[in-house]
């Protein structure tokens, strides 16, 4: 059908219209009764009532008042009447009525929103009002399914003692859950902002751990640390905190959102035993070092002497004390270490000289293997260089350990973009790539049999990789097991 003017429209066309139009209903203002003069198909629908028994009957006749209706100014009947008052549209987002479910005969709980506009006769009086409704019963269920779901994972995070929190970047706006104020030494019923907490954390640490880890975060879009916070009452806690950023779609950090733990206790473990091998180490120190003095004074006082075995034996105790001092030194370093907290002594210095002291020195120990190493050039590099030689000589000592007498160590050095890159080649035995990364990890040891007659505690890796980390280096392995390993490690030159 085409209309060309409003003299072809059909008679019942508006009629038509409204019967079709969503969720429609138009009650006359006759308060209290607020008679049913029209209602759409699906108002009926969404009521479950048929057009017969809402017509000419009161709204309240239909639809009674319902002992759930909310107490706070939203049922229908304050609702029709303070349109008629304030003569203005007047919206209830969501409201509760409870409609009898078909087929069962039960009240279902439901939920609408509904929008009321008043209608006025030629005096300007409101004669009708036009409700229309939506039924929202699934978007408030999905609603209340998502709290109800983050109330359990509150709830489980609380109990395995884990705080939440979250941080918009651009606003500042900080939001946490509860857990977060007692791990920070507060009573539950106190607020916190971002800056209280991060007045807490230790200033070392701050400087050190919390605003590096925030920068590397924000490239790398993850974050992890532990740090020192000082309680309300001055006593000092360690926390961890673990987490990711979330990007927008101008891929700009956008959310920071982790959780956070306490982990004092452990961390006062940690510190005992530390301790206690600082304190077993240096102990031990002391009857090696006299022990070394004797052996010197043997072999200066048999100097003169033809017997083989003598000169060999007193070789090898040397060489036995040697390698223990190394190991108690290794200890006494682990024990120092604290995250993110090596001190450094920088100068400038010839890395190529260094590795070869290293080797020099390696050979004065034992001598089993063939060790190339060709510098081309002078390589200057800013850098502590005890430490720095101190992982140089755990790449060749790994590389002697780890493989067959008689098999070649290779060394290298070079300048690769920025940075000079020392790496250390074996022949030996390699590493499995699931044990590529956990190899820097503390005390861990490959589980291999090969490995069984090869003495070690997983450590120098780790102190190597520390050191390293310190610089703002980067130490890794290329290895394949039995066919061999390099260890790398590389060092800006700009520092
Ligand atoms: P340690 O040698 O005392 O066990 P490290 O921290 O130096 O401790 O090394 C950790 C582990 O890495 C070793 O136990 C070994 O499994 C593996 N590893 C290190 N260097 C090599 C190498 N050159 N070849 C094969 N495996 C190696």
């Keep these: 059908m085409i209309f060309n003017s409003a003299a072809n429209l059909p008679e019942n066309l508006f009629q038509v219209l409204f019967e079709k139009s969503p969720g429609s209903l138009l009650i006359k203002a006759d308060e209290p009764r607020f008679t049913i003069l029209a209602a759409s198909d699906s108002y009926l629908k969404i009521t479950s009532v048929s057009r017969e028994e809402v017509l000419g009957r009161g709204f ?5 008042d319902n002992n759930d209706d909310p107490k706070d100014g939203t049922t229908a009947r304050k609702v029709f009447t303070k349109v008629i008052e304030t003569r203005e549209k007047l919206d209830v987002p969501v409201y509760r009525y409870d409609s009898i479910e078909a087929g069962t005969n039960k009240s279902q709980p439901h939920y609408w929103s509904c929008s009321n506009i008043p209608i006025f006769d030629n005096d300007n009086n409101v004669a009708y009002i036009l409700n229309t409704i939506v039924d929202i019963t699934g978007e408030v269920k999905a609603k209340e399914a998502a709290i109800e779901s983050e109330k359990r994972l509150l709830l489980a995070a609380e109990a395995t003692g884990l705080a939440i929190w979250d941080l918009d970047i651009q606003e500042l706006d900080f939001t946490y859950s509860p857990q977060l104020i007692e791990l920070f030494g507060y009573t539950p019923n106190n607020n916190i902002t971002l800056n209280n907490i991060r007045n807490q954390v230790h200033p070392d640490d701050m400087q050190n751990i919390v605003l590096r880890a925030y920068h590397e975060a924000l490239e790398t879009g993850k974050y992890a640390y532990e740090v020192r916070i000082f309680w309300p009452d001055n006593s000092l806690h360690w926390i961890r905190t673990m987490g990711i950023v979330l990007f927008n779609e101008k891929n700009e950090p956008a959310r920071m959102l982790g959780t956070i733990v306490d982990i004092t206790e452990s961390k006062r473990d940690e510190i005992r035993k530390n301790d206690f091998i600082a304190m077993a180490s240096h102990e031990l120190k002391t009857p090696l070092t006299s022990l070394k003095a004797y052996i010197q004074l043997l072999d200066a006082k048999l100097a003169g002497s033809t017997n083989p075995f003598i000169h060999t034996a007193l070789l090898k105790s040397g060489n036995q004390v040697n390698k223990m001092t190394a190991l108690i030194h290794s200890f006494l370093d682990l024990s120092k270490l604290e995250p993110g907290k090596l001190q450094l002594k920088r100068q ?9 002291e290293a080797i020099a020195e390696r050979l004065i120990i034992t001598n089993t293997h063939i060790i190339h190493f060709h510098p081309l050039e002078v390589l200057t590099v800013n850098a ?14 790994n590389a002697i350990k780890y493989s067959r007498k008689g098999s070649i160590v290779t060394l290298r050095s070079e300048v690769v973009d920025d940075n000079i890159c020392v790496s250390v080649t074996d022949d030996g ?3 499995k790539l699931k044990d590529h990364e956990k190899i820097f990890h503390r005390f861990f040891r490959a589980e291999d049999d090969d490995m069984k007659n090869i003495s070690g505690f997983g450590i120098g890796l780790y102190l190597s990789s520390e050191i390293i980390q310190s610089h703002k280096g980067k130490i890794w392995v290329k290895s394949a097991e039995g066919k061999g390993s390099t260890f790398y490690f590389s060092l800006p030159l700009t520092v």
Excluded: A, T, Y
């Excluded at 400038?348 to 070869?356: A, G, P, Q």
């Design 60 to 64: 309240f006749e239909v639809f009674p």
């Design 348 to 356: 400038h210095f010839d890395i190529n000289k260094l590795i070869e």
């Design 384 to 397: 502590d260089r005890g430490k720095i030689g101190q992982v140089i000589s755990n790449f060749i000592s």
């Design 429 to 431: 035995i390699g590493i």
